[in-house]
């Protein structure tokens, strides 16, 4: 079963940087849309951004010239650099592998930014 571990979460004040990474296990990462999302609390979980096989992303609107990702397939590992953070991107981020047989969550880092 592929499993997603996230890291590089924690708290940072405004203005600030960090940079997430989601190691996938088994051999499905080069073959799967990699994504990250986050989740507010109270809040509905929203698309962060997202990288294709094919090495195309998308960014949600909020993120866009901050945040960038990446993916490394020879690591298996899609990073999410985070800068100029705002309090408002505080949220538990998640990391997301989608393919044609599976669509599978990571549990989830938290990320804070203080004012």
């Known amino acids: 079963q592929v499993q997603l571990v996230e890291s590089g979460g924690g708290s940072v004040q405004a203005g600030g940087s960090l940079r997430l990474s989601c190691v996938v296990s088994?051999?499905?990462?080069?073959?799967?849309?990699m994504g990250w999302y986050r989740q507010a609390p109270g809040e509905q979980r929203e698309l962060v951004a997202l990288?294709?096989?094919?090495?195309?992303?998308n960014y949600g609107d909020s993120v866009k010239g901050r945040f960038t990702i990446s993916r490394d397939n020879a690591e298996n590992t899609v990073y999410l650099q985070m800068n100029s953070l705002k309090p408002e991107d505080t949220a538990v981020y998640y990391c997301?592998?989608?393919?044609?047989?599976?669509?599978?969550w990571g549990k989830g880092t938290l990320v804070t930014v203080s004012s």
């Open positions: 997301n592998a989608r393919n044609f047989v599976m669509n599978t």
């Open positions: 088994g051999s499905a990462f080069r073959f799967s849309t």
């Open positions: 990288m294709t096989t094919g090495g195309n992303s």
